[in-house]
């Protein structure tokens, strides 16, 4: 089993995805995952496992042409555990089943204990040099890119920030998983919104409608109004949602508001 493993690699250190360490040990990935859930405790980020979302899980994902198929993984979804090592070797101990401590041998001499091979000649090492210069630039372009990003994100003011707040959410659903989480994360801004503000915007959105129809506006403007339009009309509130957007927009690792 284990020498059918498609290898994965972050930070140059072998890992696993759920699917691929259930299928190894004989387990199910909602038995992997709950064992996870009851003794997080005992798990380390960055030691037993890394956890993969926004921009960093794109990136991932275009490693592969068919994510899909070649590591089972929805193209839809918001994040990714991988395990290390040391992680594997953790499950093993939670699952102590024959069968897991024999595949995690396996494990250790055929996936993870990859002999490095070192350059046979002159040649060889500068090859070895050059390529680890073009990664490094291209790291450090992708850091410059993501910060050129932020300051765009930072600079999102409360004068064109009905627009560029629209795009960024949309984005941001588009990091989460599609087009189909807006809603979800329009919700999520107008709950801290709430909770920030010490408001209630259904509220203020009833009493908007009420104040319109007194003035005799028409019934399908009143219906078109939204908590957007609440919060439009309170700098205080303008401010709050700007601000939140800015700190969702840099959580998923979102680019522009262009």
């Known amino acids: 089993m284990t020498n059918q493993l498609v290898p994965i690699e972050i930070n140059n250190q072998r890992i696993l995805t759920?699917?691929?360490?259930?299928?190894?040990?004989g387990a199910s990935e909602q038995q992997v995952q709950q064992n996870f859930n009851n003794h997080k405790d005992n798990f380390v980020e960055g030691k037993h496992y890394y956890l993969l979302k926004g921009e960093e899980l794109r990136d991932f994902k275009n490693h592969f042409d068919n994510i899909e198929v070649v590591l089972?993984?929805?193209?839809?979804?918001?994040q990714l555990y991988l395990w290390t090592e040391r992680g594997a070797n953790r499950h093993c101990k939670i699952l102590d089943t024959d069968k897991a401590w024999e595949q995690f041998d396996n494990l250790e001499e055929t996936y993870f204990r990859v002999k490095e091979q070192r350059p046979a000649c002159i040649e060889d090492v500068l090859?070895?040099?050059?390529?680890?210069m073009k990664e490094v630039k291209q790291q450090i372009q992708a850091t410059n890119k993501r910060?050129?990003?932020?300051?765009?994100?930072?600079?999102?003011?409360?004068h064109s920030w009905r627009e560029d707040a629209r795009r960024l959410i949309v984005k941001i659903a588009q990091a989460i998983g599609g087009n189909e989480y807006i809603k979800d994360v329009n919700a999520e801004v107008f709950r801290l919104v709430e909770l920030r503000g010490a408001t209630r915007l259904s509220i203020r959105l009833t009493n908007m409608r009420r104040r319109m129809a007194d003035n005799g506006v028409c019934k399908s403007k009143r219906d078109r109004l939204n908590k957007v339009d609440v919060i439009a009309e309170d700098?205080?509130?303008?401010?709050?949602?700007?601000?939140?957007?800015?700190?969702m927009a840099i959580k998923y690792g979102v680019d522009t508001v262009s």
């Open 72 to 78: 089972g993984i929805s193209k839809h979804a918001s």
């Open 235 to 247: 700098k205080k509130l303008i401010e709050i949602y700007v601000a939140i957007v800015k700190e």
């Open 147 to 158: 910060l050129d990003g932020i300051s765009d994100i930072v600079a999102l003011d409360t």
């Open 127 to 132: 090859i070895q040099s050059l390529q680890e």
């Open 18 to 25: 759920t699917q691929q360490l259930a299928a190894v040990y």
